[in-house]
């Protein structure tokens, strides 16, 4: 994908609205399209990845594998980040991911996104703004999976 | 709604009629959809979002929402989730046997008043079935709304209703039908995760947009700030409330929630009467 065309792709992001112009810019400057076939593991837990990902189609899921099972904790679609952590700096991932459609994303290295940062504050708050919005409202979701809402009535924690 | 209410009391007013099981089809499994058919046919006209009290001879008798469509005359369609001696009575009913049903009662999802809008139904476990209805009703009258968009949680797979429906109605033009889980195994394909994270993935116009969400109570208080969020009005968000209904009338005072009784006033609620009871603890 060209420069031009990834900046109209980013633009169109829900990750990056509302962004400046020249902010997307930046991040069009390190960025990359990728793309994954049905099945295809993207990276998996404990892997050192610096990619930060923003999926543009498809799905993916985020799995803990386990002897003998995979359990799979949440999946992302159109419109979703994956690899947040390389952008704090993190790069062992803690989830497997792995495409269950086929998948077409932008990819980003999360150590120049970050040396970007550095090099330009009001960027960095704009970019780690929207990070942190993505972390609360996983955080957020996580809390609900946890609480199981479906559990009948009355049913109480062991 | 699921059996909330399980008691071995004798049934009260108004007249309670008998109605012939004419199936009970397994959905998951713990979940069952019983087809009666009243002894009088005009007792099964309803609007979606009402329930029945049914009554198993001799066990007990519980309000349960219909979940079939509004048009089929002479007959109601029930989901029940067996959770308790009742429920389980209930499930394990054989066609031809008898049960006593009072009813229909409550008020309705204002699926007319949606009429022009988009309709967003937001359900979570067994509260597809109070939404099948309505789904019905719009399907039956599509042209009359703009989308029909329908996010549908479960806690796993194998609690997923109508899983053929679901399919169905999501092949339809201007209608979006997504599933999500809490726990999904490898095999599962669709989204895992609380149905609100569902909300990523549709857009919303608010004004001209009607919200019917029925589940649990903790699930449709974080969909409402979803909703907020989106910049939805209360007055079109609406919701089905649930608790311990036992007369269905307004005499017992078992469902009082405020200054309303869930069996008379609801049990589907405009959220600009649920607000300032909503999040009250110990209501």
Known sequence: ?158 | MSAIAETAAPPMPPRMITARVVSVVKETHDTFTLTVEPESPECANFSPGQFSMLYVYGVGELPISISGDPHDTGRLVYTVRSVGKATNALVNTKPGQSIGIRGPFGTSWPVDEARGNDVLIVAGGIGLAPLRPAIYRILRNRDDYVRLIVLYGARSPKDLLYRKQLSEWGRLPDTQVLSTVDYGGVNWRGYVGVVTTLFRYVRLHPGRTTALICGPEIMMRYVIRELEKRGLPDSDIHLSMERNMKCAVGFCGHCQLGPYFVCKDGPIFSYTKMRPWLDKHEL
Not at chain 1, 69 to 93: A, N, Y
């Open chain 1, 1 to 158: 994908m060209e420069l031009k065309t990834l900046t109209e792709a980013l633009r169109g992001h829900p990750f990056l609205e509302g962004m400046k112009p020249n902010h997307v810019q930046k991040m069009a400057e390190v960025a990359m399209e990728v793309q994954f076939n049905r099945d295809q593991v993207i990276f998996r837990e404990g892997d050192e990845s610096s990619l930060f990902y923003l999926l543009l189609t498809g799905k993916v899921a985020l799995e803990v594998t386990a002897p003998g099972r995979i359990v799979r904790v949440q999946t992302l679609g159109e419109g979703d980040e994956l690899g947040w952590s390389s952008l704090i700096g993190r790069h062992g991932k803690t989830f497997q991911a792995r495409s269950i459609e086929p998948v077409r994303a932008i990819a980003f290295d999360g150590t120049r996104l970050r040396h970007a940062c550095e090099m330009d504050p009001a960027f960095g708050y704009q970019l780690m703004q929207r990070v942190l919005r993505v972390v609360a409202e996983r955080l957020q979701a996580t809390r609900l999976q946890l609480i199981d809402v479906f559990a009948p009535a009355g049913s109480k924690l062991a």
